[in-house]
């Protein structure tokens, strides 16, 4: 469907212009692709941690794949968020009542809805509906996130101030 294509490109997009406006390189290798479905975000995960070197955190673009992230890092045998911090995207009902509870970003669902049916109203009427601004969102931190843990710095592991190692 071309909505959720140009959804995913916009998180994409957003996630590379946030780590770039902090400073921080884009791992192509930390980028993967899923379907929004809580199988793909498991899949993933296994992927992603099989790295030699693996993310020190993970952003899924959907809830439902940022619960897969947890499940995956869980049957690992590692903690969310000690070993692994994970955000998704959407707010869906189930993130708050997940263990733990879904750090995630939330978009306006209901003035999302409302523009999808203008933009429906339009069409019907044989008018070309004008692409929306982007809906704003707000982070809503919940219990899969946590501060990173210190790091020493040594000639063996050398780590810039005010970034993980592996980030």
Same mark, same amino acid.
């Given at each position: ?42 899949? $993933? ?20 794949? $940022? ?13 969310? &968020? ?19 509870? @879904? ?8 003035? @999302?809805?409302?523009? $999808? ?5 339009? @069409? ?7 692409? &929306? ?12 996130? $946590? &501060? ?9 592991? &050398? ?9």
């Amino acid at each position: 469907m071309q909505s959720e294509r140009d959804a995913a490109a916009q998180r994409l997009r957003g996630y590379r212009d946030s780590l770039r406006a902090r400073g921080l390189a884009v791992r192509e290798t930390y980028i993967e692709h899923g379907d929004y479905q809580q199988a793909s975000g498991a899949d $993933a995960t296994r992927r992603l941690l099989a790295l030699d070197q693996p993310p020190t955190a993970i952003f899924a673009a959907g809830d439902a794949m $940022a619960l897969g992230t947890i499940h995956a890092a869980q049957d690992l045998g590692l903690a969310v &968020p000690g070993d692994l911090p994970v955000v998704g995207f959407d707010d869906l009902p189930v993130a708050a009542a997940s263990r733990p509870a @879904l750090t995630t970003v939330r978009q306006a669902l209901a003035h @999302l809805g409302e523009v $999808a049916v203008q933009h429906l109203v339009q @069409l019907a009427q044989g008018n070309v509906p004008p692409v &929306p601004a982007p809906f704003p969102t707000v982070l809503v931190t919940r219990e899969s996130t $946590a &501060p990173p843990p210190p790091r020493h710095e040594s000639p063996q592991n &050398p780590v810039s101030h005010g970034q993980r190692a592996g980030q």
